[in-house]
């Protein structure tokens, strides 16, 4: 044998040592962000794709208001998991009465929705947002309360809130019973209806 086919076969040698030693070290180290990287990523799509009570809210964009104006949210809707909503008793209604601060507009959306009288709570709507949301309770809520009016009678409700000084937006949070993830409406004074009304739920 002559000395090259020596060295040949000593470099074939070594070759295969290193890669024996180079597959017995990545079975036992773990790989970085291996498999429970990948399971939270897929808990996390799974997460996002358990939400339930879809509204024209959580499309992610901000509602235009009159003058160019849009609403900022502090960040996106919260993730809302399937909640067992209880039913509300109807109750009667008076006479329309005009929203005189921020907070009116919530609540008598909130009344004329259990009162039965769609047509009267889309009338506290902002019209630049009214055919959204009419679509909306016809398409989602055509059998059943809205969840934000049940957690408006059951839950917990803050006051008006001027977080938009340069827009005159005002936010109101409706803190559900039984859950932390609270529900925010958002209301403005219309000028051309003279009382303030609501831009987003």
Same mark, same amino acid.
């Given at each position: 044998?002559?000395?090259?086919?020596?060295?040949?076969?000593?470099?074939?040698?070594?070759?295969?040592?290193?890669?024996?030693?180079?597959?017995?070290?990545?079975?036992?180290?773990?790989?970085?962000?291996?498999?429970?990287?990948?399971?939270?990523?897929? &808990?996390?799509?799974?997460?996002?794709?358990?939400?339930?009570?879809?509204?024209?809210?959580? &499309?992610?964009?901000?509602?235009?208001?009159?003058?160019? &104006?849009?609403?900022?949210?502090?960040?996106?809707?919260?993730?809302?998991?399937?909640?067992?909503?209880?039913?509300?008793?109807?109750?009667?209604?008076?006479?329309?009465?005009?929203?005189?601060?921020?907070?009116?507009?919530?609540?008598?959306?909130?009344?004329?929705?259990?009162?039965?009288?769609?047509?009267?709570?889309?009338?506290?709507?902002?019209?630049?947002?009214?055919?959204?949301?009419?679509?909306?309770?016809?398409?989602?809520?055509?059998?059943?309360?809205?969840?934000?009016?049940?957690?408006?009678?059951?839950?917990?409700?803050?006051?008006?809130?001027?977080?938009?000084?340069?827009?005159?937006?005002?936010?109101?949070?409706?803190?559900?019973?039984?859950?932390?993830?609270?529900?925010?409406?958002?209301?403005?004074?219309? &000028?051309?209806?003279?009382?303030?009304?609501?831009?987003?739920?």
């Amino acid at each position: 044998m002559t000395q090259k086919n020596i060295i040949i076969a000593v470099l074939i040698l070594v070759f295969i040592g290193v890669t024996v030693l180079v597959l017995n070290y990545q079975r036992t180290v773990p790989v970085v962000g291996g498999d429970k990287s990948e399971e939270a990523t897929t &808990s996390l799509k799974e997460d996002n794709a358990t939400t339930t009570d879809t509204e024209v809210s959580d &499309s992610g964009e901000a509602a235009n208001v009159s003058g160019g &104006s849009t609403i900022n949210k502090k960040g996106p809707s919260p993730l809302r998991v399937s909640i067992e909503y209880p039913e509300l008793e109807p109750i009667e209604l008076g006479p329309r009465l005009k929203a005189a601060f921020p907070g009116d507009a919530l609540r008598y959306f909130a009344e004329a929705m259990r009162g039965g009288d769609r047509e009267r709570a889309l009338s506290y709507i902002h019209p630049n947002v009214r055919e959204q949301y009419k679509k909306a309770l016809e398409a989602q809520y055509a059998d059943r309360q809205h969840p934000v009016v049940i957690a408006y009678y059951t839950g917990t409700v803050g006051d008006a809130e001027l977080t938009q000084p340069q827009n005159g937006i005002y936010e109101i949070t409706v803190q559900p019973k039984d859950t932390e993830l609270p529900f925010r409406a958002y209301a403005i004074y219309e &000028s051309e209806a003279g009382e303030f009304v609501l831009l987003e739920l």
